[in-house]
């Protein structure tokens, strides 16, 4: 069984272009998850789907990051236009729904942003 | 809010020796823990975890026990093994029945043998 994947692994990109980041959860996976982590810092939540509905977007830095989720599969994060403070590893990850608080969530390996 | 606090490192080991990674929380509710593992080239997975007071989870020879007391959720292996090598991330959810967590800054452990 496939796990999470994530496109491109690495993107290096000027500041006030846009990026768009790609992932694709374990099939049958309804919530999805977006993490970001700046270097040095903590791993940051960001957003999470169930299915093809934002659940929660909390996490989101400002409107320039946008993603969506149509049909409930995969899903992608833009990033438009890009500075500086973007740069970083974004994280997704999907978990079955379930009724109880697993914590058990599948991570993909993360995409490198580098904005410059 | 919620936070973890835990080691930063990076630290570097020989390989049979004791490792403890300390932990530490802070939440409003009651929190479950984890430890999740990041090995080279690969994504993030859940090493262990523990739901309740006085829980200890374990894995892989890795063990850490939820004190509530002192809000800490150590990670211990007795002798570790170069294939240890990794980024070690404690993290918290809490009990709103969603999986969003909240991760320490991670620790990258290196087993030289």
């Known amino acids: 069984e496939a796990g999470v994947t994530q496109f491109p692994s690495h993107s290096v990109i000027e500041k006030g272009q846009t990026v768009t980041l790609r992932c694709d959860p374990i099939?049958?996976?309804?919530?999805l998850y977006w993490y970001r982590r700046v270097m040095g810092k903590e791993i940051k939540f960001l957003l999470h789907f169930v299915k093809e509905s934002k659940q929660d977007e909390s996490g989101m830095p400002n409107n320039r990051f946008l993603a969506e989720r149509t049909g409930g599969t995969y899903s992608t994060l833009k990033v438009q236009p890009a500075e500086l403070e973007d740069s970083g590893v974004y994280f997704c990850?999907?978990?079955?729904?379930?009724?109880?608080?697993?914590?058990?969530?599948?991570f993909g390996e993360g995409s490198r942003l580098t904005v410059l | 809010g919620n936070s973890v606090t835990q080691m930063e490192g990076p630290v570097t080991l020989s390989e049979e020796a004791f490792l403890t990674i300390n932990c530490t929380y802070t939440?409003?509710?009651?929190?479950?823990l984890f430890w999740y593992v990041q090995y080279p080239g690969e994504g993030l997975q859940l090493l262990l975890k523990a739901t309740k007071a006085d829980d200890k989870g374990s894995n892989k020879g890795f063990e850490a026990t939820y004190r509530k007391e002192t809000t800490s959720f150590h990670l211990e292996k007795g002798s570790v093994q170069v294939s240890d090598s990794a980024v070690y991330f404690c993290?918290?959810?809490?009990?709103?029945?969603?999986?969003?967590?909240?991760f320490g800054k991670g620790m990258k452990l290196t087993v030289n043998p």
């Open positions: 993290a918290l959810s809490d009990r709103g029945g969603s999986e969003k967590l909240v």
């Open positions: 990850a999907s978990s079955q729904q379930t009724s109880g608080n697993t914590g058990e969530l599948f």
């Open positions: 099939s049958g996976h309804d919530n």
């Open positions: 939440a409003t509710g009651y929190p479950s």
